[in-house]
């Protein structure tokens, strides 16, 4: 059976010697944190395979939904599949609305945005619960001043992480002022957009991070000014990316729970296609995220530094250095 790594970077799905019926997909992972292969593995194994049906993963450019629809046209013509999940849904996505015109079952991986009575189903990891509860987790430490370091808005995940942290701050009555966006969601990038902040008298003691990336581009800014990440600033990520567990100190980060995703979507395909689970499909809709906890924001928060050319942590400022 082919994997997801053997699928070809091209908008068909590849012919496979399987007589069994067959569901494909469009995964792409790398926002969730995790390699396209883990998640063909969880959609396989979870449910679909005990029931004579595999995934195959072809790729289309993310948000062309054109080249997308042409590849639906081509699978649906050929009687090559039976169901679609369509991955990454976006602002104005006419996957979902074509899909539906042309009756064939299909579920979406990620909420319509812009679009709240939907009718087809669809699952998501909720982001803004998730950088809730790294406020929240901030906030039962001691932190009142907690920054946010974003990527560029996106219309998707990043919009909603970052409007989870605003939103958040708001019913708690804490101050917004400090919200950064990095020009790209990598390491260097955050490591020079934080630097500046920690020259600021009124730098944060804690920082809310849209990715791992993020947080990690973050730590090397605090480090470079000589104070000690999670002692002196605490930091958080989102992903929960391999790098969280071996940074130093370990990042704290937002687990998104993607097997249960797969298995949720998976149920949800098979249902539409008549095949008996012996109960009903998992609950549609948002799935809760997990904050796993180390060692970058369990310190309680530094007290409000000193002096005007102080950090957050009112260690004495030296030049960054850029990676």
């Known amino acids: 059976m082919p994997s997801a790594d053997d699928a070809r970077a091209t908008t068909r ?106 009718g087809h189903a669809w699952v998501d990891v909720d982001g803004a619960l998730g950088i809730t509860r790294a406020v929240d987790h901030l906030v039962a430490h ?45 390491v260097p990038s955050a490591t020079n957009t934080v630097a500046p902040l920690l020259a600021r008298p009124d730098a944060p003691t804690a920082l809310v991070c849209a990715s791992d990336a993020l947080a990690l581009g973050a730590l090397a800014a605090v480090t470079d000014t000589g104070a000690a990440p999670g002692r002196d600033l605490a930091l958080t990520g989102y992903d929960d990316s391999d790098l969280a567990s071996l940074a130093c100190p370990g990042l704290t980060s937002v687990r998104q729970p993607i097997r249960l995703v797969a298995q949720t979507l998976v149920e949800h395909v098979l249902d539409q296609l008549g095949v008996d689970l012996g109960r009903a499909p998992a609950p549609a809709g948002f799935v809760a995220p997990e904050l796993v906890v180390r060692a970058s924001s369990t310190a309680p928060a530094p007290p409000r530094p000193t002096g005007t050319r102080s950090t957050a942590a009112g260690h004495r400022l030296r030049p960054p250095t850029r990676l």
Do not use: C, K
């Open 142 to 186: 001691g932190h009142r001043r907690i920054g946010f370091v974003g990527w560029p808005a996106d219309g998707a995940g990043g919009d909603a992480r970052r409007r989870g942290w605003r939103d958040a701050m708001a019913t708690r009555g804490l101050d917004t002022a400090v919200e950064l966006t990095s020009p790209a969601d990598d």
């Open 13 to 118: 799905a590849q012919a496979t010697t399987s007589s069994a019926p067959r569901v494909t997909i469009r995964a792409v992972a790398e926002h969730a944190g995790v390699s396209r292969q883990t998640v063909s593995n969880a959609l396989n194994s979870r449910a679909a395979r005990p029931h004579g049906y595999r995934f195959l993963v072809f790729d289309a450019p993310y948000a062309d939904d054109d080249a997308e629809i042409a590849a639906y046209t081509e699978l649906l013509a050929g009687h090559d599949v039976d169901a679609f999940v369509v991955a990454d849904s976006h602002a104005g996505d006419r996957r979902p609305t074509w899909l539906a015109r042309h009756r064939a079952p299909f579920v979406v991986h990620g909420h319509p945005w812009g679009d709240p009575g939907a």
